[in-house]
C-alpha cells in the first residue's frame, strides 16, 4: 500500500510563494503518475499538475507559468513549487498517485492514492 504525506503547507501574502512536498512509502511508484490536487471550501477538488513516470508533464492552466511539479530522482519525494500565490490559491492541497503510465489531472478517479493533504491559505 502506498503511503503519501504532504507537508509545506501554510500562510502567506499575495505574491508570495511556497514548495509543498510529499513523502512516498510503502511501495515503488517509480512507474506510476504521482500529481497534485486542491480543493477549496464550496468547491469539487481539481487537478493542479501532473508528471508522469516519463513523458510530457502537464498543468491545470491555472498553474502553468506559476507552479512547478517535480519529483526526486529516486521517485520517492513529490514536490510542488508555488510562486506569485493569491487569494484564489487558498485551498488544501493533496499529494496523489496513480497506477498508470501518463496523468490524467482531470480524472481524479484514476488515482487511487491519496495523501491527507496541507493547507495553504493566501491573504
Known amino acids: 500500500e502506498v503511503q503519501l504525506v504532504e507537508s509545506g503547507g501554510g500562510s502567506v501574502q499575495a505574491g508570495g510563494s511556497l514548495t509543498l512536498s510529499c513523502e512516498v512509502s510503502?511501495?515503488?511508484?517509480?512507474?506510476?503518475?504521482m500529481a497534485w490536487f486542491r480543493q477549496s471550501s464550496g468547491k469539487e477538488r481539481e487537478g493542479v499538475a501532473g508528471?508522469?513516470?516519463?513523458?510530457?508533464?502537464s498543468y491545470a492552466e491555472f498553474a502553468k507559468g506559476r507552479f512547478t511539479i517535480s519529483r526526486d530522482g529516486a521517485k520517492t519525494t513529490l514536490y510542488l513549487q508555488m510562486n506569485n500565490l493569491q487569494p484564489d490559491d487558498t485551498a488544501m492541497y493533496f499529494c496523489?498517485?496513480?497506477?498508470?503510465?501518463?496523468?490524467?489531472?482531470?480524472?481524479?478517479?484514476?488515482?487511487?492514492?491519496w495523501g491527507q493533504g496541507t493547507q495553504v491559505t493566501v491573504s
Open positions: 508528471i508522469p513516470s516519463a513523458g510530457q508533464i
Open positions: 496523489a498517485a496513480a497506477r498508470t503510465t501518463y496523468c490524467f489531472i482531470d480524472l481524479p478517479s484514476t488515482f487511487t492514492s
Open positions: 510503502g511501495w515503488p511508484v517509480t512507474r506510476w503518475c
